[in-house]
């Protein structure tokens, strides 16, 4: 029988290369995300490409209610979700906590936490349905390390590393699996929407610089998820080669 995943945060980086690689492994997907037009379009084109089946749906994850209605509204033949992967993130600024602006400290705090929250609790009760079930929550190094002026993004990811150990204990009778999965630097929209738009300062972040990239982080979720029955990954910390720890990025020497 096919597997259904949901993905938040589909619309680009991580979460669009994860949806790309599970519809070529087979799976039928629900997509989540503010921007709509975004997953129209891939939805199109992956429905084209893999023969798979596609609901998307426009959901601001900070939004409990957006999140319920969404969930509920998710069509009968798509419910019986097997993989959820809670990957809609972001960070928002980089400054010391002296100089942090408050609505940005809001911002990651809702969607990195709550809204991660919001769809795990309304997803629980499909998942707990299957024979076999899978969350994958994405952390980062920033959930097991700090980085100057990385604050409030580092305890965002250190509150999904305590939720995902928090959700393996209380649905490992079901059984469901929980894995965290929590990447160092990958070049995706991230540092462009860290910095407000600021193209010229995103690009410099990995200028001389071998970042992952997103489907390096989708190859390691399609392998999680097909380990055997018996088998859990219970996290992996995927870390580019030049980037040894948390905030510490070498760079070529030009
Ligand atoms: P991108 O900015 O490329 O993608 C972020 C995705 O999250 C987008 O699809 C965006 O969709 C979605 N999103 C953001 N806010 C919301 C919201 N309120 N409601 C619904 N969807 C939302 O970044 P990445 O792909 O890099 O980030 C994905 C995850 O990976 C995040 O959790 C991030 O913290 C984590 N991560 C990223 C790393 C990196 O270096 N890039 C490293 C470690 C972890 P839309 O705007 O359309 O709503
Ligand atoms: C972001 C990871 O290393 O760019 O989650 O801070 S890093």
């Known amino acids: 029988m096919k597997r259904i995943a949901l993905i938040t945060g589909a619309s680009a980086g991580i979460g669009k290369a994860s949806a790309e690689k599970l519809a070529q492994e087979g799976y039928d997907l629900i997509l989540f995300a503010r921007r709509l037009e975004k997953l129209e379009i891939l939805a199109e084109s992956l429905k084209e490409q893999y023969r798979m089946n596609c609901h998307i749906a426009k959901v601001d994850v900070r939004d409990k ?3 319920s209605k969404a969930v509920n509204d998710i069509p009968e033949s798509f419910k019986n979700i097997n993989v959820l992967i809670n990957n809609a993130g972001l960070a928002a600024g980089l400054s010391s906590i002296e100089d942090g602006q408050l609505e940005n400290w809001d911002t990651m705090l809702d ?3 709550k809204g991660l929250l919001y769809v795990s609790k309304a997803c629980i009760p499909l998942l707990k349905n299957q024979d076999y079930a899978h969350i994958i929550n994405i952390g980062s190094i920033a959930a097991k390390d700090i980085y100057m002026n990385g604050n409030v993004y580092c305890a965002s990811k250190h509150a999904v590393d305590a939720l995902t150990q928090s959700m393996r204990l209380e649905l490992s009778e079901y059984p469901i699996k929980v894995t965290g999965i929590h990447p160092g630097a990958v070049e995706t929209e991230f540092s462009e929407v860290r910095f407000n738009g600021d193209k010229a300062r995103a690009k410099a972040v ?17 392998w999680v998820i097909s380990r055997p029955q018996h088998v859990n990954i219970n996290d992996l910390v ?4 030049a980037q040894p720890k948390a905030g510490v990025l070498h760079k070529r020497l030009q």
């Open 65 to 67: 209610n957006s999140v």
């Open 111 to 113: 969607t990195n936490v």
């Open 206 to 222: 990995y200028e001389g610089f071998d970042n992952l990239v997103a489907s390096d982080i989708a190859d390691a979720i399609a």
């Open 238 to 241: 995927i870390m580019p080669t």
